[in-house]
């Protein structure tokens, strides 16, 4: 279902953005098209492993974080524009908060209580669509347009694990360790920090006077990377872990070494084991055993803002006279 909702979402609006006939941009002056600048407060959600539901429709609304974004927008055709856009946001997931232990389905993501944080800058360029055109110039536009939008992004991301109250030696209590550099599940090389990602989605705006706008928006974005949470495969193999903190952050692997206690993972709760190691949950975090989804879905994440913009008044040339 996913899987066909995306495509078939991008699929759409990309025929929709390119569907400017060329009688239309032939009627669109240049002398019509402006610029425009943006700032944005967003809320910033995300999918993945450490949701309610693994998936796309889950997220907790408890774990919404505050991001900001600016943007530059520049209007080409009646219906079309441009928007380039710098944005910062922050995701978060928490085992503790997120699953039921009375939930059969979330039970043993309770029992694994893995959280983290991670901030995330993004750069990204989309086409917007409006779905009311605006033949004149700025100062003749609609004062509501619904509009939708889809492009591309790249995103820099730095997923850190909070240390617990019953952390191993090394390690400082209330302090956040990046995980990515640790391999938590054994990997031969470190996950990227920075990725790709295709943002979509759609909005409303709103013309406050000659120069303002305001707009409300929620865009998605589909990476391609299951370690927004640094949870995306299976528990580490034997020997994989080190250090202590690749063992504590890893989230079990009982075999990694003796020395590296106490054995439990990213803990919600402040550290310590795993809440449950006995009747149903007995091995479950032994190596080689599903970390994450086991479907090895990539991870999501959501942007819902508002956004105040500014109309540059363009330029108009007056036509030289012979």
Known sequence: MKNIFTYSTAFALGLALVATPEAEAQQFSKRKQYNSVGFSLNAVNYFGDVTPVTNFTSFRLGATRVGAGVSITRRFYPRLSGRFGLSYGRISGDDNLAADQNDPDARYRYNRNMSF?????????????????NRNNYLK??????????????FYHNPKGKVGDKAPEGLRPGTYVSLAELKTEGQASAYGKTQFAIPFGGGIRYRINRNFDASLEIGW?????????????????AGSFTTAAQAYF???????????????????????LTRDRTTEFRGFDTPGEIRGDSRNRTDWYIVTGVSLNYILTPRIKNPKFR
Do not use: C, H, Q, W
């Open 117 to 133: 944080r991670n901030d995330m800058v993004e750069a990204s360029a989309v086409a917007i669509f409006d779905l009311i055109e």
């Open 250 to 272: 890893g989230g079990g692997n009982p075999d990694a070494s003796s020395r590296l206690t106490p054995r439990g993972g990213n803990f919600a709760d402040g550290g310590g």
């Open 141 to 154: 536009r609609p004062d509501f347009v619904p509009y939708v939008f889809a492009g591309v992004a790249g």
């Open 221 to 237: 974005r589909k990476t391609f990377t299951d370690y927004l949470d640094d949870v995306g495969g299976k528990y580490a193999p």
